[in-house]
């Protein structure tokens, strides 16, 4: 009975520490081309291919974007690997939930660099970022 309690405590443990999503918060209106975002990645994982609002339904993986203050005008942030861009996450005029362009897949390994980038001009208005990504192994 106690090696059922050890193999189940064991396979929480190792799902807990693959760290399915990767979250972070920017208080305030990020300045221009600001880096609101560095993520150093520990192991293998992928950021998958995502369009419109961030749902790739065939991995069943999700990316959100949002804020608590609406941009005035469209605002895109640039998602970037070790410094090149990988895609783009857009807010819309008026939007709260931004919008996401990423071409292909983007493959990390150990020692890589996520990287937020501030667009090169700052809103007027958007402000107090949440971002969610559901990464895949």
Do not use: H
């Amino acid at each position: 009975m106690l090696a059922r309690y050890l193999v189940a405590a064991v396979d929480y443990l190792t799902k807990l520490n693959s760290a399915d999503y990767i979250e972070f918060g920017f208080s305030g209106k990020p300045a221009v081309s600001q880096n609101i975002f560095n993520y150093v990645c520990l192991d293998a994982w992928c950021f998958p291919a995502l369009t419109g609002a961030g749902l790739d339904t065939s991995n069943n993986q999700a990316c959100l974007f949002k804020s608590l203050v609406a941009a005035t005008a469209s605002t895109t942030f640039t998602l970037k690997k070790n410094g090149a861009s990988i895609g783009t996450a857009n807010f819309a005029a008026a939007a709260t939930t931004a919008t996401f362009t990423v071409a292909a897949d983007a493959n990390f390994v150990s020692g890589d660099i996520l990287t937020v980038t501030a667009p090169g001009s700052q809103d007027t208005t958007l402000a107090d970022l949440s971002f969610s990504l559901g990464r895949r192994s």
